[in-house]
């Protein structure tokens, strides 16, 4: 089945600094790339996805890059907050309803 | 408020005891799932189900049932709970249309001594 990779496993930057977050994905099949944010006890919660049919994604602070040939993502955060603290993940879905998760990334921003 | 809730939030349980976790979602979704959290495993897909009376096995289905008596409700059943079974568990909602988000409960912390 997928497999989804991240990495880095864990980040640490000082608030204001840009952070890059790498996802890779093994199913050519998978269409769909939601993203996912979850604060230290909390729920997760989506915060951007991509179809496969697009290149690129832009919300707020976040970008989000997709290469199809490669099979890999990139999640672009720029002026960081403590608030962005939190583990990010990836995941990708064939859109069968089935969404496989990667093991996250753990950001710290520090004020 | 919340779409999805799960209850309880904080389980102790002893080995060998019978666990049920609870799950209702007001999304009026068709799909609901329940995942585990691990240290160093991100998130693991145990159960899932299409609609009211389905359930289908995940990744790791081994030592629990499912039950989704209708569409709000969706359970997750350790028969015989086990240490290893120790973990946070999160239910989610989804739409049943292919390439949708899920929505996820605030999660419920087990604890099998």
């Known amino acids: 089945g997928e497999q989804v990779e991240q990495l880095p496993s864990s980040l640490i930057v000082q608030e204001g600094a840009s952070v890059l977050i790498n996802c890779s994905y093994t199913d050519s099949a998978s269409v769909y790339f939601p993203w996912y944010k979850q604060e230290p006890g909390k729920r997760l919660q989506f915060i951007i996805d991509i179809r496969s049919n697009m290149e690129r994604k832009q919300t707020q602070r976040l970008t989000l890059l997709f290469d199809k040939k490669t099979k890999h993502l990139s999640l672009h955060i720029t002026a960081t907050q403590p608030g962005d603290s939190a583990i990010y993940f990836c995941s990708a879905s064939t859109g069968n309803n089935r969404i496989f998760f990667g093991d996250g990334t753990q950001l710290v921003v520090k004020p | 408020e919340a779409a999805v809730t799960q209850s309880p939030r904080n389980k102790v349980a002893v080995t060998g005891g019978k666990v049920t976790l609870s799950c209702n979602q007001t999304?009026?979704?068709?799909?609901m799932y329940w995942y585990r959290q691990d240290t160093g495993h991100g998130l693991r897909l145990i159960h899932y189900s299409y609609g009211a009376g389905s359930t289908e096995k995940g990744d790791i289905p081994d030592g629990y049932k499912a039950s989704r008596p209708s569409q709000e409700n969706f359970s997750l059943i350790l028969e015989l709970a086990t240490p290893s079974q120790t973990s946070v568990y999160f239910c989610?909602?989804?739409?049943?249309?292919?390439?949708?988000?899920?929505?996820f409960g605030p999660g419920t912390r087990l604890t099998v001594l």
């Open positions: 989610a909602s989804g739409d049943a249309r292919g390439g949708a988000e899920q929505f």
């Open positions: 999304n009026n979704h068709n799909n």
